[in-house]
Every structure is written in C-alpha cells, then in structure tokens.
C-alpha cells in the first residue's frame, strides 16, 4: 500500500534556529513530491516540488530534498521566523495518474 | 489571476439536506481535483477530472457524493442527503496541463458542517 508519513507531528522551535521536517514514502518509484504549507482555518500553498529525477529544490530559505532509495523527503528551513508557523505537508504522485497522497503534516511553531 | 475560488467558504445545514460546493479553477487549467480534509483521515482525493473529463473517482465515499464539470471554468461537488458524518473542509484543487508534474494550487476550502 502506498502510505506518506509525517514525523513528528508538531515541532516547536526557537525563532533563529534551522531546522528539518520529514516526510516518507513506502513505494520508491515515485514520479513526484510537492511540499505544502497551511496555515489555520487556510488552504494549501504548494511551497516546492521535486521531481523522481531530481535531489533537491531550493527556494528562499526553503530547501527540499530527495532520497527516492531509502524512501524520504526533508524540507529544511533556514533561520526560522514566527512568520513560519503552519502545518506542512508533503504528497507524493506515483505513477499512473494525477493523484496526490498527503502525510498527515507536521504543525510548527516558530517562537519568540 | 485571482487563483482558485471555492464558494461558499461555509457551509452550516442539517441533515438530509442537499449541498452544493462550487469551484472555479485558475484560468488555462486543464485539471480539477476535489478533495476532503479532517481530523481523522487527513486530506484525501475524492474525484479529479482532466480536460473536463471524470479520471479517478475512486476516493468518493459513496453514491451520495456526485460531482460535475460542465466546462472548463467550472465545477460542483454536491452531496444528497447529506450526513454528519460529511462534516468536513471540501477543497478544490487545480494544475496546468495533464502533466504529471505540474503543480496543484489549492483553492480556500468550504467548511461544511452538517448538523
């Protein structure tokens, strides 16, 4: 079965620090995994997305990456502001159709 | 362009009534996606259609749920009677092309409460 997971599910963190989130994936040949950010009460904004052939995409202090191997996906965040605090979730598309899998995300909170 | 727009944003009704949810998708989309999110399940694809056309509409829960694309700009996801159990946020999704790697852009959501 073709399952996302998401650990943890809520991080708190200090405003300055970096940090990682993961995401997992039990079938490798993916075709590719978007990352998204929700804020409260909010819809989905897609934040990057990394195709099967590529290891990482960057934008700002985002930076998405790809080991299709051992089944993972990180999106690290650079000095981390309060202004970041949602729920991030990753999804992945596997191969045959357009359908997307979620993770159950991981809610942050960025603190002063 | 103005991204894509759900209406209404909230929905509050009883049960057995009707529920219609609309969607406009960004202009130049060619895919819709229909999809639920709650607490116990997450978010989970309900139906999407390319080119107007119905593609997976395995995610539906039941024969309650029925949804339409009657052209390119517009589409319903109506559910009858509707349950409590259907409380949910309902949100519409959107990508260029038929490609397999193009991005989804997620409308606001409907919050249906069904009481």
């Known amino acids: 079965k073709q399952e996302v997971t998401q650990i943890p599910a809520a991080l708190s963190v200090p405003e300055g620090e970096n940090l990682v989130l993961n995401c997992s994936f039990t079938?490798?040949?993916?075709?590719?995994l978007q990352w998204f950010r929700q804020d409260p009460g909010k819809g989905l904004t897609s934040l990057l997305l990394?195709?099967?052939s590529q290891r990482e995409q960057t934008s700002g202090r985002l930076n998405a990456s790809l080991d299709k191997s051992s089944g993972r996906s990180t999106l690290y965040i650079a000095a981390s502001q309060p202004g970041d605090s949602a729920t991030y979730l990753c999804?992945?598309?596997w191969g045959g159709g357009n359908k997307l899998t979620f993770g159950t995300g991981t809610q942050l909170k960025v603190e002063l | 362009d103005a991204g894509v727009i759900q209406s209404p944003r909230h929905e509050v009704t009883e049960m057995g009534q009707e529920v219609t949810l609309r969607c406009k998708p960004i202009?130049?989309?060619?895919?819709l996606f229909w999809y639920r999110q709650t607490m116990m399940r997450g978010l989970e694809l309900l139906i999407y259609?390319?080119?107007?056309?119905?593609?997976?509409d395995s995610g539906m829960p039941e024969d309650r749920f029925s949804a339409k694309m009657p052209n390119a700009s517009f589409s319903t996801l109506k559910i009858q009677p509707s349950e409590p159990r259907d409380s949910a946020v309902y949100f519409c999704?959107?990508?260029?092309?038929?490609?397999?790697?193009?991005?989804?852009?997620f409308g606001p959501g409907t919050r249906l409460t069904v009481l």
């Open positions: 999704a959107s990508s260029l092309g038929g490609g397999q790697n193009n991005e989804q852009f």
């Open positions: 999804a992945v598309k």
């Open positions: 259609f390319n080119n107007n056309v119905p593609i997976d």
């Open positions: 990394i195709q099967s």
């Open positions: 202009s130049g989309h060619n895919s």
């Open positions: 079938d490798s040949a993916i075709y590719n």
